[in-house]
């Protein structure tokens, strides 16, 4: 978990709002991984969008501004283990509640991207498309897009033969194609179709 707090003038207490948003539900390997973000009032983050509708470099500078100017932030996860474990939304929830608890400015009110809300200890309210509307959560999204692909890109050196630092995880052609002749890593959700059934042919392939 990773975690920050500027120190600056704080605005009223009363009114801090966390935005939460997560990233990583879709793909067949590695955490699904969240983020909780306050931001300062008086220090404003030109450019903050929904992570996906930004180009990488534009991602990478915002991911560093945020992180130096919001009052507070936190990146937390769920592992491979935990998702296949809970399930990817139980997992999910589980990820945002931990980005919320490593808040050190606890807010009154957080902001869920989405249309479901994790059990939290203030008031929350989740916003459809939120990552889009809300700066608070968009801050949160690309943190936790930047954080995610930078490890997926890592993974790719890890594990090469299956373009992970290309697709993310994601369930593509490519990343099929390599998972039926590699097998899956240990970073693959198990739980996950596509790679219980590689699973599966490999078990039968050793049985024969």
């Not at 992180?67 to 139980?90: F, P």
């Not at 990820?95 to 919320?100: C, E, I, K, N, Y």
């Not at 002749?181 to 240990?186: I, K, N, Y």
Request: hydrophobic share 45%.
């Amino acid at each position: 978990m990773q975690m920050g707090l500027d120190f600056t003038l704080v605005a009223d207490v009363e009114q801090l709002v966390a935005g939460v948003d997560e990233v990583g539900r879709g793909p067949l390997c590695g955490a699904v991984v969240t983020a909780a973000v306050i931001l300062d009032p008086n220090r404003p983050i030109l450019g903050l969008d929904d992570s996906k509708k930004l180009t990488e470099a534009k991602r990478e500078k915002l991911y560093e501004e945020i992180i130096e100017k919001s009052l507070s932030w936190c990146i937390a996860r769920a592992e491979v283990e935990e998702i296949d474990e809970l399930n990817i939304l139980h997992a999910t929830m589980l990820a945002m509640q931990r980005a919320v608890a490593g808040l050190h400015i606890q807010p009154k009110l957080a902001m869920i991207d989405g249309n479901r809300c994790p059990q939290l200890p203030m008031r929350a309210e989740a916003v459809i498309q939120g990552d889009g509307k809300v700066p608070a959560i968009a801050a949160a999204s690309i943190l936790a897009k930047v954080s995610r692909d930078r490890e997926m890109a890592a993974f790719e050196l890890i594990y090469p033969g299956y373009g992970i630092g290309g697709h993310k995880g994601y369930p593509t052609s490519v990343h099929l194609e390599a998972l039926a002749r590699l097998g899956p890593t240990p970073i693959h959700r198990r739980s996950f179709a596509p790679v219980r059934l590689a699973y599966e042919a490999l078990e039968s392939l050793t049985q024969v």
